[in-house]
């Protein structure tokens, strides 16, 4: 067993789904309850765990989750146990792709967050990248791996094996199959 939790992470629409996907169908035993169901913009499923949600307030599930992955949006990382070790894959994604995937997701539900300024979003998450990326630099209880959710789609055999190795292994070929070269552009 795997003594440390693997964190899927990155920002909504980057890809973290997909890569749940992956992990599954290579092995990985994932920590999910179902509750979201698969809809059209993610009708693989969407793979998250609702105390996720609340884990500023109660992280106590997360020791309990060594050896299983589990999805974590990023501006939720800095409330993970320090005690407990992490690998992370984080998804890097173009950030106009997340945030048109974002929009198309928000305008099907008549969400007034929609109307957003682009500039000024795209701005913001520009600059959380990089202090969530320079904060898990500093973390000593996490390895990160960076994954461009593009490069994902055009070469799954390569980032199978990236992925596979990082986590000390898991049936690369599976991962390879979970992922679909022709996945709609704002499908994540």
Sequence with gaps: MREYVTIVSGMPRSGTSLVMQMLRAGGMPLLTDERRLPDAHNPRGYFEYEPVKRLAADSSWVKAARGQAVKIIYRLLPHLPRDVSYRVLFME????????????????????????????????LARELVDVSEWLARRANMLALTVPYAEVVRNPVEWSREISNFLDGLDESAMTAAVDPARPPFVA
């Design 93 to 124: 994604r173009d950030l106009a792709e997340v945030f048109e995937s974002q929009q198309v997701m928000l305008r099907s539900k008549n969400d007034p967050a929609a109307l957003q300024d682009r500039e000024q979003i795209l701005s913001a």
